[in-house]
């Protein structure tokens, strides 16, 4: 028996028991989340989505990562006003939420790898975003293919807009997953966020 290999499997077992227990956590945050933003259950965006089969992953570089659908995951909500065809059919007023789980900012989404950075010298975020209706366009399609996809991030903290996705803007502050420790952590920490939204979009309530 190979004892280096003997000890990296063990490792990866381990790491395989923690991830399980970590993302049922985060799960049960985003659960939480949701319900403290009066939203329902919309869609969900991934970095990569798991293959369907397991044929040709021994040529394509990123297979091991394809295996992680969980890795930058988003959770998308919806707080609509109770009208037909919600997703489709916005109103002044009507948000739709994002919730960015980035268990590790050392990892690029859109270059699709990681980056130079450590493990160590990166961090896990949530990256917690709303997108206000402020007068619906007449463009054809839902909250995603409408809005969520072109619609880019702005800086931390700020508000941004597009030429492309005229009548909405958005709102995006990430939290350090590592202050989100308990219920009154949570409680705490969604409440400034709210508020801060609130201010930076010039509305009475998030």
């Given at each position: 028996m190979n004892k280096d290999l003997d000890a990296a499997l063990l490792d990866v077992r381990r790491a395989y028991r923690l991830l399980a227990n970590y993302q049922?956590?985060?799960?049960?945050?985003?659960?939480?989340?949701?319900?403290?933003?009066?939203?329902?259950?919309?869609?969900?965006?991934?970095?990569?989505?798991?293959?369907?089969?397991?044929r040709g992953l021994e040529n394509q570089a990123n297979a091991g990562l394809r295996f992680l659908p969980f890795l930058d995951v988003s959770a998308i909500w919806l707080r609509h006003q109770n009208q037909e065809e919600y997703w489709d059919k916005h109103l002044s007023g009507d948000l739709m939420f994002g919730a960015w789980v980035r268990s590790d900012t050392g990892f690029d989404k859109y270059q699709g790898?990681?980056?130079?950075?450590?493990?160590?010298?990166?961090?896990?975020?949530?990256?917690l975003?709303?997108?206000?209706?402020?007068?619906?366009?007449?463009i054809i399609g839902n909250w995603f293919n409408k809005v969520w996809n072109p619609l880019?991030?702005?800086?931390?903290?700020?508000?941004?807009s597009s030429e492309s996705v005229p009548g909405y803007r958005v709102y995006s502050k990430s939290i350090e997953l590592a202050e989100l420790?308990?219920?009154?952590?949570?409680?705490?920490?969604?409440?400034?966020?709210?508020?801060?939204?609130?201010?930076?979009?010039?509305?009475?309530?998030i």
């Open positions: 049922k956590r985060q799960f049960d945050l985003l659960s939480y989340i949701r319900n403290k933003l009066e939203a329902v259950n919309y869609y969900q965006d991934y970095a990569f989505s798991r293959p369907g089969d397991l790898h990681y980056t130079t950075k450590t493990a160590e010298a990166s961090t896990s975020i949530l990256v975003s709303v997108v206000i209706c402020d007068e619906p366009n007449d880019p991030y702005p800086e931390d903290g700020q508000v941004g420790a308990d219920q009154h952590s949570v409680d705490t920490a969604i409440g400034k966020w709210r508020k801060d939204a609130a201010i930076a979009l010039g509305v009475p309530l």
